[in-house]
């Protein structure tokens, strides 16, 4: 399935490669938010009228856990994020506001012969998103499909923004020869 085939409820897109802010574009309001990274301070994530609702700082010496914390009226997140330079899987742990998902146990899997992102709940085994990497789009970061049902609007948004941040941090830290641009 191409990213172009999927049903989309957020594309995420950027002015240029290398910028520092992506806007994450909610397709059913077609409202925006604005990821923007840091390299000093915390990484913020800003709803349309240009108000914080969620942080992400470096948790450890390494910066390779960090701490999320995501507020918005019908959910709060608090996350511990973890990954490792050599894995292609980064974990999210900790407690939400959400009902039916206080407690937070994710796994992102980076695909690479798929171009995806998948979320998937540790406890059920069950994928509860797939973000599709549009690698041949210039503005076009991706595409995010949310499979699991029952979902709020703003819990929807944090996996938006949690699909988008990890994704940006293994595009960064990952070396290029290892993925084919030739699908």
């Known amino acids: 399935m191409s990213s172009n085939e999927i049903n989309a409820q957020y594309v995420i897109t950027r002015k240029d490669p290398f910028a520092k802010e992506w806007t994450i574009t909610d397709t059913q309001t077609n409202s925006n938010y604005i990821l923007e990274f ?3 301070s915390p990484d913020l994530l800003k709803d ?9 700082k470096n948790n450890g010496i390494t ?6 914390v995501f507020t918005r009226d019908k959910c709060q997140a608090n996350i511990e994020w973890s990954g490792k330079l ?12 959400a009902p039916g998902f206080e407690q937070i146990d994710w796994k992102m ?11 998937i709940d540790t406890s059920t ?3 509860i998103s797939k973000f599709w990497h549009s690698y041949r789009a210039y503005n076009e970061v991706g595409k995010l499909e949310i499979l699991k049902d029952g979902l709020g ?3 929807k948004l944090f996996l938006a923004y949690l699909s988008g941040y990890t994704f940006r941090h293994l595009l960064s ?3 290029q020869l290892g993925w084919d641009m030739s699908k």
Not at 48 to 54: D, F
């Open 125 to 127: 085994n069950e994928t």
């Open 173 to 175: 830290e990952l070396p």
């Open 38 to 40: 840091h390299i000093t």
């Open 153 to 155: 609007g703003d819990l």
């Open 63 to 68: 910066g390779m856990t960090k701490k999320m």
């Open 109 to 119: 899997n980076m695909n690479k012969e798929a171009w995806r992102l998948d979320i």
């Open 48 to 56: 349309p009228s240009g108000s914080t609702i969620s942080t992400v």
């Open 86 to 97: 050599t894995s292609m899987s980064i974990t999210a742990k900790g407690t939400t506001t």
